[in-house]
């Protein structure tokens, strides 16, 4: 059995399956629903999904699309995007989803963290940091879709959300995001030593060997698009694919 959970994100806009490249050009593929059907034919520990489309200023996330999607799949899935309240929380977890993700919420109301951790236990909170560099080259954490400068310290504030609940953080480096270029490994390195939870890498996977270098630099679990749900880095087919167990256990066994 794989030590390392290899997740793949599926991003929504509008109802619809899309994938992004640095948070922005949101490339159409097509219906979520078939993409979880045949992502149910894979030995996957979990699927992330994450809608994009839903900003901070919308009043909730689409429960009808959730529940769709919960009764469909067949593995453990996460959901993030729109969340504001608790009682959102509430319905998305009566709709079958096993974990929610928060991010422009957790910076907008860190309250929120420590109420959903009491109500549904850390393990079912993921905190989620996307992070550019500014100017001077310092890791900054982004919100609302990477488009608001929070100016926090993405190591201090992990630190933060760890205290107020969470169960473990999903950390994309925005630059890498969408192409093929690696996992940030310093920004791994340098949030996962400060924590005591599991980190996710996201953003920028290429191939196998960027799993085995994330778990190297701190990753508890690894998560990946493009990889998933393209036939080459051209972006010139959608092919939905994961690798076997015996692939994997080449890279992180």
């Known amino acids: 059995m794989l ?7 599926l991003l929504l806009d509008q109802n619809y399956l899309v994938k992004t490249t640095q948070f922005k050009n949101a ?3 097509g219906d979520p629903i078939n993409a979880v059907r045949i992502f149910n034919e894979f030995e996957i520990p979990e699927i992330i999904v994450l809608d ?12 009808g699309l959730i529940e769709l999607i919960a009764i469909e799949c067949n593995m453990p899935l996460t959901y993030g995007g729109g969340i504001k309240n608790i009682e959102q ?8 989803v096993e974990k929610i993700v928060i991010n422009t919420a957790a910076f907008m109301n860190p309250e929120l963290i420590k109420n959903l951790s009491n109500e549904f236990g850390s393990q079912s909170i993921v905190g989620s940091i996307d992070v550019k560099k500014d100017f001077w080259g310092r890791y900054k954490v982004y919100v609302k879709n990477g ?5 926090k310290n993405p190591f201090e ?9 969470i169960g473990e953080l999903l950390i994309t480096f925005i630059p890498h995001e969408g192409t093929y270029k690696g996992y940030e490994q310093q920004l791994i390195y340098d949030i996962s030593r400060h924590l005591s939870i599991p980190v996710i890498a996201n953003g920028g996977a290429g191939n196998y ?21 393209f036939h080459n880095k051209q972006k010139t087919g959608f092919l939905i694919n994961y690798p076997s167990k015996e692939v994997l256990s080449q890279y992180l066994n």
Not at 3 to 9: C, G, L, M
Not at 52 to 63: D, G, V
Not at 209 to 229: E, T, W
């Open 157 to 165: 504030y992990a630190k933060i959300l760890e205290n107020l609940g």
């Open 27 to 29: 490339y159409y593929l």
């Open 209 to 229: 060997n960027d799993f085995k270098l994330a778990v190297v630099s701190g990753a508890s679990a690894v998560a990946a698009s493009n990889l998933f749900l």
């Open 147 to 151: 488009k608001l400068n929070t100016g």
């Open 52 to 63: 994009i489309s839903q900003n901070w200023e919308l009043k909730q996330p689409n429960f």
């Open 89 to 96: 929380v509430r319905q998305i977890i009566s709709l079958g």
């Open 3 to 9: 030590k390392t959970r290899v997740i793949p994100i």
